[in-house]
């Protein structure tokens, strides 16, 4: 079935830029997203990518799209401490926003 | 900014008891959904609604769930009989296209 993996935890200093990654199962996915969770708080969409598309930008976040390997990134650049929460990657698999997503990566933040 | 609002934050209920859980979608939105997070866990799709019916649902939306828009502005979850494994965050989402997320309702069935 249908699988979405991320690596649980990146810690990165303040002005660097940090790239965490996802890989899915599912290749007919039209639509990837990030959201960002943070503590005591709900999942607040972040940016999202077509798969017809290999690459977005918006601010300083950068998206990067690899169907062949089914690899997706976020670069967040010159991360800030207020950067510091959970990165969840989700494809769109089989449904309108039906949504499969990550466990998360938890991004630390430290001066 | 428009957003999506659940309630209540917080829900502690007794096993066999029935919940309901409350959402108020994004006004201009057609579609609705529920996903829930057991604590440690992946977050989950439970069901998909639009023009009032289910479109779509997962294998834990069982008999024990439904969904309903009583009025033309909420989007409620039912849960009949709570079991302990119930409890999780339950997050209720709406979209014309990208789907955005409410704050989410934990529930804790004791």
């Known amino acids: 079935g249908e699988d979405v993996e991320q690596s649980l935890f990146l810690s990165v200093r303040e002005g660097d830029s940090s790239v965490i990654n996802c890989t899915y199962t599912d290749s007919s996915s039209t639509y990837l997203y990030w959201y960002k969770q943070e503590p005591g708080a709900g999942l607040q969409l972040l940016t999202y990518i077509f798969s017809n598309m290999d690459m977005k930008q918006d601010q300083r976040l950068t998206v990067l799209l690899n169907k062949k390997d089914k690899h997706l990134s976020l670069r967040i650049a010159d991360t800030q401490t207020g950067d510091s929460a959970i990165y969840f990657c989700a494809e769109e698999a089989g449904g309108y926003n039906k949504l499969i997503f990550g466990a998360g990566t938890r991004l630390a933040v430290h001066p | 900014e428009p957003e999506v609002t659940q309630t209540p934050s917080h829900q502690v209920t007794q096993m066999g008891q029935e919940v309901i859980l409350r959402c108020v979608p994004i006004?201009?939105?057609?579609?609705f959904y529920w996903y829930r997070q057991i604590l440690g866990q992946k977050v989950e799709f439970l069901v998909s609604?639009?023009?009032?019916?289910?479109?779509?649902k997962s294998e834990i939306f069982d008999d024990q769930f439904s969904v309903e828009r009583p009025d033309g502005s909420n989007f409620t979850l039912k849960i009949r009989s709570t079991k302990l494994e119930d409890s999780a965050m339950y997050f209720c989402?709406?979209?014309?296209?990208?789907?955005?997320f409410g704050q989410g309702t934990r529930l804790t069935v004791v």
């Open positions: 006004s201009n939105h057609l579609y």
């Open positions: 609604f639009y023009n009032n019916e289910i479109s779509e």
């Open positions: 989402a709406s979209s014309e296209r990208e789907a955005f």
